[in-house]
């Protein structure tokens, strides 16, 4: 699966898009500047998305991946 099509699929399961997950991120204190900080693990956010929002492993990876910058909402 694209990313795209990612979070196109996390989009109609929980209803958030990429800024409400950058949003809540920054509720729970997980990021600086829009980005996760260092000591935050991949472990963390997947635990958090599955508890809070039933994402699977590879769903979660996507949203951990546009918080830690490394994809954004252009990225194939």
């Given amino acids: 699966m694209s990313f795209q099509g990612y979070l196109k699929t996390i989009k109609a399961k929980t209803?958030?898009?990429?800024d409400?997950?950058?949003q809540l991120a920054q509720?729970?204190?997980l990021t600086t500047e829009g980005i996760l900080k260092p000591d935050v693990k991949a472990g963390e956010i997947?635990?958090?998305l599955a508890k809070d929002f039933s994402l699977g492993q590879g769903h979660?990876?996507?949203i951990y991946a546009l918080?830690?910058?490394l994809k954004d909402e252009?990225?194939?």
Avoid: I
């Fill in 20 to 22: 409400d997950f950058r």
């Fill in 15 to 18: 209803g958030k898009s990429p």
């Fill in 27 to 29: 509720e729970k204190g």
């Fill in 67 to 69: 918080l830690k910058g």
């Fill in 46 to 48: 997947t635990q958090w």
């Fill in 74 to 76: 252009h990225s194939e």
């Fill in 60 to 62: 979660a990876m996507a």
